[in-house]
């Protein structure tokens, strides 16, 4: 009895989180306005904790704080938008006292990190040649709401040292635990984790893949294949770059929150690490 009350009731909670995606933010707003902020989270906080603690189709990501709700929820609309990368589909926001989190739609499967050592090299293969397709989707969708890489430094007040290409729009934290696959199959079903995505330079995604491992033993299995694959699906150079983003890890430049014309989101209202690649002007 009480599974079958535990069954409706995520299918209730489900739904209601689905139409309260569909309704306009300014409405959402309002009514939260005259329910009062204790009056929301009484009602949404333990919906949120009951989604936590079951296994249903909706995914609860905490967030570190409110500008990640926006900035998140917008690059995964946006990168769904200009791609067929498998995505989770963004619900909703939520923001009050109790904490920061994002709802949205669960993707199915394990992390490609947590089963790297043990995968076949057929099923890497595959899995290095879709991400190669689906980030070339990406590195397709040239300057965004930028003319040129030029006009995008200026907007920050910053200029490379070279002339690099077009900017594009990245997903900034390409590491193996952010690749969903199925172990079945050996197919990759999901890409996660997009608070690091924004417009950027075309070596942005390499050198942010690359760095990734900075913190890991390149000595261990899963660390030397997974830098075999970033090479199968990001490609090669940028080499001068890369170094100068390991020589200045400390160093961080503002990344204003850009927003993009074809899409009407905010890109990345967070900070970037490019270190002295950029020269203040």
């Known amino acids: ?64 704080a409110s500008y990640q709700i926006r900035s998140e929820m917008s690059a995964m609309r946006l ?38 050592e043990q995968m076949p090299d057929e099923d890497l293969q595959r899995i290095t040649a879709q991400l190669h397709a689906y980030f070339l989707q990406l590195a397709s969708s040239f300057c965004g709401p930028f003319q040129n890489l030029e006009a995008m430094m200026d907007q920050i007040g910053c200029k490379l040292r070279r002339d690099c290409g077009p900017p594009v729009f990245t997903h900034g934290d390409l590491a193996c635990h952010n690749i969903m696959v199925d172990p079945e ?41 997974w830098q075999s694959s970033l090479a199968g699906i990001l490609g090669t150079g940028f080499e001068e770059e890369l170094g100068e983003e390991q020589r200045t890890l400390e160093w961080g430049i503002p990344w204003d929150a850009l ?3 074809h899409s009407g989101h905010r890109a990345h209202p967070r900070s970037a690490n490019i270190g002295v690649l950029i020269l203040r002007l």
Request: proline share 7%; aromatic share 6%.
């Open 1 to 64: 009895m009480l599974s079958v009350i535990s069954h409706h009731a995520h299918l209730l909670l489900v739904l209601a989180m689905e139409l309260m995606s569909r309704v306009p933010r300014s409405i959402l707003m309002r009514l939260r306005k005259a329910l009062g902020g204790a009056a929301v989270h009484w009602l949404v906080v333990p919906a949120i904790r009951f989604l936590q603690k079951h296994e249903t189709p909706l995914f609860v990501k905490p967030c570190r």
């Open 79 to 116: 990168a769904r938008s200009m791609s067929t990368i498998p995505i989770p589909r963004p619900i909703l926001g939520v923001s009050c006292s109790a904490g920061n989190w994002i709802i949205m739609t669960r993707i199915k499967g394990v992390t490609l990190g947590s089963i790297i």
């Open 185 to 225: 199959s050996g197919n990759v079903t999901g890409v996660i984790d997009w608070e690091q995505a924004m417009w950027g330079p075309p070596f942005w995604e390499m050198v942010k893949g690359r760095m990734s491992l900075v913190a890991y033993d390149p000595n261990t299995v899963g660390v030397a294949r």
């Open 259 to 261: 927003e993009s014309e």
